[in-house]
């Protein structure tokens, strides 16, 4: 693959620029700059109640050779006097610019943000957390990554702004945080999971370049990619892209299909499956074919897209037989005055009178707000932290963020080429890759694409589809069927 080559290079390069400085540093000094808590804390299991150490904590990471310029947080939840080779899950979520609260507070840490399970239910004021019973915890230990810059981490004014705010940096320091940590907890012989969410899966892919030449003695088991954005390119929507279009057909179903605009009865799942096929074989070749293709055929083909997608015949035939995801979000419930939610289409929100080809602010960003809005008080309350208001959920940076070789997110820039390069290093390396069917950001037909176009054996990989949105684990269903899907990849990866 062109370009694959080139970005391994670089951040490959970018990684041993840091491995001379890192190894010493290591070596000399305790790798945990500042130690915000230690305790003891009860865990609802499985299986019944068990303790484990919760820790909070603060390690300098370094853009050049110089030494430290700024710390990146974690959060971890260990097992006493656990074994050496006892799993440890290195989770974070995106942005870029994002805290890992998303994940700790909403599907993996001991505690669980109740959100309300109906679309249309008003939204607490305060959200209640609850005993997660439902963690990977009797399993694995945690440790939730917060970038420089973002939950008690610092980027201070005179650090590398354009290291930290690009994929090979980015990447760079949170592998030398996974490192700094096993050294210092004395797990450098456990095997390693990376987990990123949206963002974070590129940060995931780039992490297996940077710490291989960080740290070649880690045995990392596997990455895990929920809402995953490797293959941004496939996902923009480029009007001449037609691949974008063919891909994002399985996801405009089953939206189409939950909010009783396709043909009824349906079943969202199964009207995906139905629509991928026609999508990759009359759809796909229709859009190929452009404006040679004759009239009637245009007109069969507008019919099973209304059908499949909700949106009249007519308008895919003034518009080439293409519709974007934005303008499908305001064309779906014109009728109702609402515009569907980008990151989980389940939900709705009044159309603006001046709706154009983006829409915002988006319905489901104040479902996934409840997650940030608890993570201070469980800091303080259950953890013991003290400033926890000081947390960092979010920081949004004016700098642009550098992806690459041409500064955009939809440069050709094959990220799955990372994961297929470590896959090649390391034959115990698996992947497992999670999608929300009514997620319009990062689609489900993106997910299989993304595997379809890659080169790793069938034997090594595992996608999971839910019926949620981006956030998969908002929805309480989705989030039972998550953990039990994550148990089984993590169990069968250590078996092995």
């Known amino acids: 693959m062109t370009g694959g080559a080139s970005l391994r290079s670089i951040i490959g390069s970018a990684a041993m620029t840091l491995a001379a400085f890192l190894a010493a540093a290591v070596a000399t000094a305790h790798p945990v700059a500042e130690l915000l808590t230690r305790r003891e804390i009860s865990v609802a299991g499985p299986t019944g109640p068990f303790a484990i150490t919760a820790e909070a904590g603060l390690v300098p990471v370094a853009s050049g050779t110089d030494g430290p310029d700024a710390t990146a947080g974690y959060i971890s939840y260990t097992l006493p006097l656990a074994q050496p080779d006892r799993p440890v899950l290195f989770a974070f979520n995106g942005g870029p610019g994002a805290s890992a609260a998303f994940l700790h507070m909403g599907a993996l840490g001991p505690v669980r943000v109740e959100v309300p399970q109906d679309p249309e239910a008003a939204l607490p004021a305060d959200p209640a957390a609850a005993p997660n019973d439902n963690t990977l915890l009797d399993l694995a230990d945690l440790v939730f990554i917060d970038p420089p810059g973002t939950g008690f981490s610092d980027l201070p004014a005179d650090a590398d702004p354009d290291f930290y705010r690009s994929v090979t940096g980015d990447a760079a320091a949170a592998s030398q945080l996974v490192s700094a940590w096993l050294s210092a907890h004395g797990r450098r012989d456990a095997p390693v999971y990376i987990l990123g969410e949206s963002y974070g899966t590129i940060r995931a892919a780039a992490m297996l370049p940077a710490l291989a030449g960080l740290a070649p003695d880690l045995r990392v088991g596997g990455v895990i990619l929920l809402g995953q954005a490797l293959n941004m390119i496939e996902t923009s929507q480029r009007p001449d892209n037609i691949i974008s279009y063919v891909v994002s057909l399985p996801t405009l179903a089953a939206i189409a299909c939950y909010?009783?605009?396709?043909?009824?009865?349906?079943?969202?799942?199964?009207?995906?499956?139905?629509?991928?096929?026609?999508?990759?074989?009359?759809?796909?070749?229709?859009?190929?074919?452009?404006?040679?293709?004759?009239?009637?055929?245009?007109?069969?083909?507008?019919?099973?897209?209304?059908?499949?997608?909700?949106?009249?015949?007519?308008?895919?035939?003034?518009?080439?037989?293409?519709?974007?995801?934005?303008?499908?979000?305001?064309?779906?419930?014109?009728?109702?005055?609402?515009?569907?939610?980008?990151?989980?289409?389940?939900?709705?929100?009044?159309?603006?009178?001046?709706?154009?080809?983006?829409?915002?602010?988006?319905?489901?960003?104040?479902?996934?707000?409840?997650?940030?809005?608890?993570?201070?008080?469980?800091?303080?309350?259950?953890?013991?932290?003290?400033?926890?208001?000081?947390?960092?959920?979010?920081?949004?940076?004016?700098?642009?963020?550098?992806?690459?070789?041409?500064?955009?997110?939809?440069?050709?820039?094959?990220?799955?080429?990372?994961?297929?390069?470590?896959?090649?290093?390391?034959?115990?390396?698996?992947?497992?890759?999670?999608?929300?069917?009514?997620?319009?950001?990062?689609?489900?037909?993106?997910?299989?694409?993304?595997?379809?176009?890659?080169?790793?054996?069938?034997?090594?990989?595992?996608?999971?589809?839910?019926?949620?949105?981006?956030?998969?684990?908002?929805?309480?269903?989705?989030?039972?069927?998550?953990?039990?899907?994550?148990?089984?990849?993590?169990?069968?990866?250590?078996?092995?």
């Open 259 to 496: 909010h009783g605009k396709s043909v009824q009865p349906c079943d969202p799942a199964a009207q995906a499956r139905e629509a991928a096929e026609f999508a990759g074989e009359e759809y796909l070749q229709a859009l190929f074919e452009g404006r040679d293709l004759d009239s009637a055929r245009k007109r069969q083909v507008a019919r099973r897209l209304e059908e499949f997608s909700g949106i009249p015949a007519d308008y895919y035939l003034a518009h080439d037989l293409r519709i974007s995801k934005e303008r499908f979000r305001v064309e779906l419930l014109r009728g109702e005055g609402l515009v569907v939610g980008r990151y989980d289409a389940r939900y709705v929100a009044p159309r603006p009178a001046d709706a154009g080809e983006v829409v915002g602010p988006d319905a489901f960003s104040a479902v996934s707000g409840l997650y940030g809005q608890a993570m201070p008080d469980y800091l303080e309350g259950d953890l013991g932290i003290g400033g926890a208001q000081a947390y960092k959920v979010i920081v949004r940076s004016e700098r642009p963020w550098i992806y690459g070789g041409a500064d955009s997110p939809f440069a050709n820039w094959p990220f799955m080429d990372l994961i297929e390069a470590g896959m090649e290093r390391d034959e115990a390396l698996r992947l497992f890759v999670a999608s929300g069917i009514f997620d319009l950001t990062t689609t489900i037909g993106a997910a299989d694409y993304l595997i379809d176009q890659s080169d790793i054996p069938a034997d090594r990989y595992t996608v999971k589809r839910y019926e949620a949105g981006h956030v998969v684990y908002s929805d309480d269903e989705s989030w039972r069927r998550l953990i039990a899907d994550l148990r089984a990849f993590l169990s069968s990866a250590s078996a092995e």
